[in-house]
């Protein structure tokens, strides 16, 4: 049969407004089963937390369970390539952050590239870090400790959760000071070995606020910009060191070609999230501050972030291990 010339355009449009149209109704039921959402950090970690209040909050507002799975390890590349290699389908989701910008310097060879391979969807949250001592160190402030660590260099043991982390980075860029390194693989063994006083200083999350509190560990500075509502009392390292500034930050991927709607979509509930006054006040709890932004600003956030800890790593001749 012939079509009629009109007919027949009418068909074609409506053909090629089909897949438009099925990907908005796609946004418009997604999601119609439960969404994992992958993380690279044992339970009980600030991330871990973090990533669960977020994953709660998703829950309820998509009528889904968002189900948390804890893939740790590899400096948190097994579990970003666990995403990279996901169906981009919007039902697996990555929990990533500052360590995906390190990362990308630090390891020299990696089976995907973060910032081609993973669709930037949210950021969620900024966390600061506490510069704590073993009460032994003779120093109360952060210039009192630039100088006992001068006056001893290479006598200090400077502890970190792992070759690379934040907990490493920050104290290498501190005015030059030359301390031992010494690695962990974990939170736990550090803050033993710091009370201990197997070590002599740490930069780590505001989880630690017990010990600080108790006596058992001495807080010199936050590496944030401001100072915490937590620690009111405790300076920034930025009050010493001008232009120091150091925080972890945690928000949302999922793998490359994962629908727009789709990612627009939970940009949106994400930044509705940040906006509730009870889970503001629960993130205020963990030292944890809101980091609202559209898919784009956390996009340009990731860039900048692995441009600064690029130069930092090249600089310092930092390998992986």
């Not at 355009?9 to 946004?27: D, M, Q």
């Not at 630039?146 to 043991?157: D, H, Q, V």
């Not at 000071?177 to 690695?183: C, G, L, Q, S, Y």
């Not at 930069?203 to 590496?223: C, D, M, P, Q």
Request: aromatic residues 8%; proline residues 7%; charged residues 20%.
């Amino acid at each position: 049969m012939k079509l009629p010339r009109r007919n027949f355009l009418h068909l074609a449009a409506g053909a090629a407004a089909l897949p438009a149209v099925s990907r908005f109704a796609w946004a418009q039921v997604y999601p119609t089963r439960p969404v994992r959402l992958i993380i690279a950090y044992a339970p009980g970690a600030s991330a871990d937390t973090t990533a669960r209040l977020m994953a709660q909050w998703l829950s309820e507002r998509l009528g889904q369970s968002v189900v948390v799975e804890s893939r740790p390890g590899g400096g948190t590349n097994i579990a970003t390539e666990a995403v990279v290699r996901a169906t981009p389908d919007g039902y697996t989701l990555l929990s990533c952050g500052t360590p995906s910008a390190i990362n990308a310097t630090l390891y020299g060879r990696l089976n995907f590239t973060f910032v081609r391979d993973i669709a930037r969807v949210a950021s969620f949250v900024r966390l600061p870090l506490v510069m704590l001592v073993n009460p032994s160190v003779p120093a109360k402030t952060v210039p009192e400790f630039i100088t006992y660590a001068k006056a001893n260099p290479g006598k200090i043991a400077m502890a970190s959760t792992g070759i690379g982390a934040t907990t490493h980075l920050s104290g290498e860029i501190m005015a030059g000071i030359d301390m031992v390194h010494v690695p962990y693989r974990g939170g736990t063994a550090v803050l033993t070995d710091l009370i201990g006083g197997q070590v002599q200083v740490l930069f780590i999350g505001t989880e630690t606020i017990g010990h600080i509190k108790f006596g058992k560990l001495r807080a010199l500075a936050v590496t944030t910009a401001t100072r915490l509502d937590l620690l009111p009392d405790i300076p920034t390292v930025a009050e010493y060191l001008p232009g120091y500034e150091v925080s972890a930050w945690f928000g949302i991927g999922a793998p490359r070609n994962t629908p727009t709607d789709i990612i627009e979509k939970l940009n949106k509930e994400i930044n509705t999230a940040l906006a509730d006054p009870k889970l503001k006040a629960r993130l205020a709890d963990l030292g944890s501050t809101p980091f609202p932004g559209s898919p784009a600003d956390f996009g340009k956030h990731i860039a900048d972030e692995t441009e600064k800890w690029g130069k930092v790593i090249r600089a310092l001749n930092i390998k992986a291990e």
